[in-house]
C-alpha cells in the first residue's frame, strides 16, 4: 500500500525557514517524480514544486522560486522541502503528491507563517 | 501559465441527478487535464486523468471528456458521498496548474 507522510509543519514568523519532510513507503520511490501542493486555508489547491526521479530536474511556481528549494533521497525514500524567507501568503496545508496524475497523496502538513 | 476557469463555482443537485462540472484551459493543453475529488478535511482524490481515464477504484458513474481547451466532469447518477468540491488540473506544461473550484452542494 502506497503510503505519504509528511511532517516538519508549524507555526513560523516572518522572514524564517521550515524544512518539510514526506516519507514514502509501499512503492519504489526512486521511480517516481514527487511534487508538493499546497491549500491556503479556506482556498483551492496550488502546485508548489515537482522533482523529478533521479532528483535531475526540479521545477517552482513563480512565487516560490529563489525562497523554497525542493530535494529528495532516494535511499530514504524522503521528499523534503527547505522553505526560506517565509510569508504570510505560504500559510497553508503543504501536502506531498505521486503517482500518475497524483494518484497518491499524503494527509497534509499545517504550515502557519504568522509573527 | 495557463489559466484553468472552472464552472460553476458552485452547483446544488439532489441524488439521483445527472451533472456536469466544466474546466476551460486558457490555451491548449492536449489531453493533459486531470479532475480530483476533495472532502473537508481530506487530501484531493484523483477520479480522472489525462481527460477521459478513470482511475483505479473509482466509480464509472464518473466520466471525464474534451480536448484542447474545454473539458467536462459528468457524473451520472449523483449518490450522497459525491457531494464534495471538484478541481481540475493542467499538467501539459509548467507552472501546472488548478482550477479554483466546483463545490456540489445538496439541493
Known amino acids: 500500500e502506497v503510503q505519504l507522510v509528511e511532517s516538519g509543519g508549524g507555526l513560523v514568523q516572518p522572514g524564517r525557514s521550515l524544512k518539510l519532510s514526506c516519507a514514502a513507503s509501499?512503492?519504489?520511490?526512486?521511480?517516481?517524480?514527487m511534487a508538493w501542493v499546497r491549500q491556503a486555508p479556506k482556498k483551492g489547491l496550488e502546485w508548489v514544486a515537482t522533482i523529478i526521479y533521479d532528483g535531475s530536474r526540479t521545477y517552482y511556481r513563480d512565487s516560490v522560486k529563489g525562497r523554497f528549494t525542493i530535494s529528495r533521497d532516494n535511499a530514504k525514500s524522503t521528499l523534503y522541502l527547505q522553505m526560506d524567507s517565509l510569508r504570510s501568503e505560504d500559510t497553508a496545508t503543504y501536502y506531498c503528491?505521486?503517482?500518475?496524475?497524483?494518484?497518491?497523496w499524503g494527509q497534509g502538513t499545517l504550515v502557519t507563517v504568522s509573527s | 501559465d495557463i489559466q484553468m476557469t472552472q464552472s460553476p463555482s458552485v452547483l446544488s443537485a439532489s441524488v439521483g441527478d445527472r451533472v456536469t462540472l466544466n474546466c476551460k484551459a486558457s490555451q491548449n493543453i492536449n489531453k493533459y487535464l486531470n479532475w480530483y475529488q476533495q472532502k473537508l478535511g481530506e487530501a484531493p482524490k484523483l477520479l480522472i486523468y489525462?481527460?477521459?481515464n478513470l482511475q483505479t477504484g473509482i466509480p464509472s458513474r464518473f466520466s471525464g471528456s474534451g480536448s484542447g481547451t474545454d473539458f467536462t466532469l459528468t457524473i451520472s447518477s449523483l449518490q450522497p458521498e459525491d457531494f464534495a468540491t471538484y478541481f481540475c488540473?493542467?499538467?501539459?506544461?509548467?507552472?501546472?496548474?488548478f482550477g479554483s473550484g466546483t463545490k456540489l452542494e445538496i439541493k
Open positions: 503528491a505521486t503517482g500518475r496524475g497524483f494518484a497518491y
Open positions: 489525462n481527460t477521459n
Open positions: 488540473f493542467q499538467h501539459n506544461s509548467w507552472p501546472l496548474t
Open positions: 509501499g512503492f519504489t520511490f526512486s521511480d517516481y517524480n
